[in-house]
């Protein structure tokens, strides 16, 4: 492990030239358009987001990347980071209208994370590095760097009581910490008891109410909480293994009108608890159990009884917690891997749709 700080600029703040919003109609797209979605009226109409600022004379826009991250800057849902699988980091002050580079190499982006008392401070997972900006001016630091071969950052989190604690989580089921805003780190677990290869973090937890529970979201080997912020670990995701793949985990989300209600999107299809993983449930779907991948699941912040989820050229909404469900295709058969729901105004959701890896 190494750390080292240098300077490059980012492209935002430079004469700029803007490229065209591209709008694709739902009869004329293709199976393969990826990129940005974005809907204004809870997910019955959709438009492509792709206008990119960019130098030069060469019009560019983002229809061809494929989104790994999406995240609200702090009490501002206008601003939204975006992470891609090859081409670096974006980020749009105005709803998704205008993308801008930030000048990170081209590359994947695995996560993002913003400081949660300094919206100015935000971190990136990229390959082996963990990456600190600051102002989105000319600083960014590399903070961490993974030396073991074949050994990624995969995903962060940061205590919303105490910003200089920073969590990541790696390929092989590493969780790290800092104590001092990235400064220093140590490794405090390790979910991969078995030398699971495959057995990485996908997602790093806090609740919202008590900054000590932690949720660790690992591929195959289920989620495992902490009630004492770290020190100690308890699996609860066994009552997951009575649904066929249920610990195949590709997406999870936290209701945030109820203290420790989960929903978790899994090869099985959609599963939830309502106390912290005690008990789980699956919620009935349209399609038959295991019968298509479900990539991406979001509640309503402000109606927990409207839900939406993900899978290959189609998005599915329910009203009333599952009782009924709405479809709507989009314009592909690629995935819908990423969707985010305004938590000011939820009628305005976005989806990122990716070509499979």
């Given at each position: 492990?190494?750390k080292?700080?240098?300077?490059?600029?980012?492209?935002?703040?430079v004469?700029?030239?803007?490229?065209?919003?591209i709008?694709?109609?739902?009869?004329?797209?293709?199976?393969?358009?990826?990129?940005?979605?974005?809907?204004?009226?809870?997910?019955?109409?959709?438009e492509?987001?792709?206008?990119?600022?960019?130098?030069?004379?060469?019009?560019?826009?983002?229809?061809?990347?494929?989104p790994?991250?999406?995240l609200?800057?702090?009490?501002?849902?206008?601003?939204i980071?975006?992470?891609?699988?090859?081409?670096g980091m974006?980020?749009?002050?105005?709803?998704?209208n205008?993308?801008?580079?930030?000048?990170?190499?081209?590359?994947?982006i695995?996560?993002?994370?913003?400081?949660?008392?300094s919206?100015?401070?935000?971190?990136?997972?990229?390959y082996?590095?963990?990456?600190?900006?600051?102002?989105?001016?000319?600083?960014?630091?590399?903070?961490?760097?993974?030396?073991?071969?074949?050994?990624?950052?995969?995903?962060?989190?940061?205590?919303?009581?105490?910003?200089n604690?920073?969590?990541?989580?790696?390929?092989?089921?590493?969780l790290?910490?800092?104590?001092n805003?990235?400064?220093?780190?140590?490794?405090?677990?390790?979910?991969?008891?078995?030398?699971?290869?495959?057995?990485?973090?996908?997602?790093?937890?806090?609740?919202?109410?008590?900054?000590?529970i932690?949720?660790?979201?690992?591929?195959?080997?289920?989620i495992?909480?902490s009630i004492?912020?770290?020190?100690?670990?308890?699996?609860?995701?066994l009552?997951?293994?009575?649904?066929?793949?249920?610990?195949?985990?590709?997406?999870?989300?936290?209701?945030?009108?109820?203290n420790?209600?989960?929903?978790?999107?899994?090869?099985h299809?959609?599963?939830?608890?309502?106390n912290?993983?005690?008990?789980?449930?699956?919620?009935?779907?349209?399609?038959?159990?295991?019968?298509?991948?479900?990539?991406?699941?979001?509640?309503?912040?402000?109606?927990?009884?409207?839900?939406?989820?993900?899978?290959?050229?189609?998005?599915?909404?329910?009203n009333?917690?599952?009782?009924?469900?709405?479809?709507?295709?989009?314009?592909?058969?690629?995935?819908?891997?990423?969707l985010?729901?305004?938590?000011?105004?939820?009628?305005?959701?976005?989806?990122?749709i990716?070509?499979?890896?």
């Amino acid at each position: 492990m190494s750390k080292k700080i240098f300077f490059l600029i980012l492209l935002i703040c430079v004469p700029l030239f803007l490229t065209g919003c591209i709008k694709i109609d739902f009869k004329t797209g293709t199976n393969e358009t990826i990129g940005i979605f974005k809907s204004i009226d809870a997910g019955n109409i959709w438009e492509q987001k792709t206008s990119l600022l960019s130098q030069g004379k060469e019009k560019q826009n983002i229809s061809k990347v494929n989104p790994t991250k999406m995240l609200f800057s702090l009490n501002d849902s206008q601003i939204i980071f975006l992470g891609t699988r090859e081409n670096g980091m974006y980020v749009t002050f105005n709803g998704g209208n205008e993308w801008q580079n930030i000048f990170i190499p081209k590359g994947k982006i695995n996560d993002i994370a913003i400081d949660p008392k300094s919206k100015d401070i935000i971190y990136v997972a990229y390959y082996n590095k963990i990456l600190k900006i600051q102002n989105l001016k000319k600083e960014l630091q590399e903070i961490f760097i993974e030396n073991q071969k074949n050994k990624f950052i995969t995903s962060l989190a940061i205590d919303w009581n105490n910003p200089n604690k920073i969590y990541a989580g790696t390929t092989d089921g590493t969780l790290l910490q800092s104590l001092n805003s990235g400064q220093s780190w140590n490794m405090i677990e390790s979910f991969n008891k078995k030398n699971e290869t495959k057995n990485k973090i996908k997602k790093i937890l806090i609740n919202s109410r008590d900054n000590r529970i932690l949720y660790i979201v690992t591929t195959n080997a289920g989620i495992f909480k902490s009630i004492d912020q770290g020190k100690n670990w308890q699996e609860i995701t066994l009552g997951l293994e009575k649904f066929i793949n249920g610990k195949n985990i590709f997406d999870v989300t936290f209701d945030s009108n109820k203290n420790e209600k989960i929903i978790v999107a899994t090869i099985h299809g959609l599963i939830k608890t309502d106390n912290g993983g005690k008990t789980w449930q699956e919620l009935k779907l349209l399609s038959l159990p295991g019968a298509m991948k479900i990539y991406s699941v979001a509640i309503n912040p402000k109606n927990s009884q409207e839900i939406y989820y993900g899978t290959n050229g189609a998005i599915y909404k329910t009203n009333d917690n599952g009782i009924t469900w709405i479809v709507k295709k989009m314009p592909t058969s690629n995935a819908i891997k990423i969707l985010l729901i305004d938590p000011n105004t939820p009628a305005t959701i976005y989806a990122g749709i990716s070509k499979e890896e």
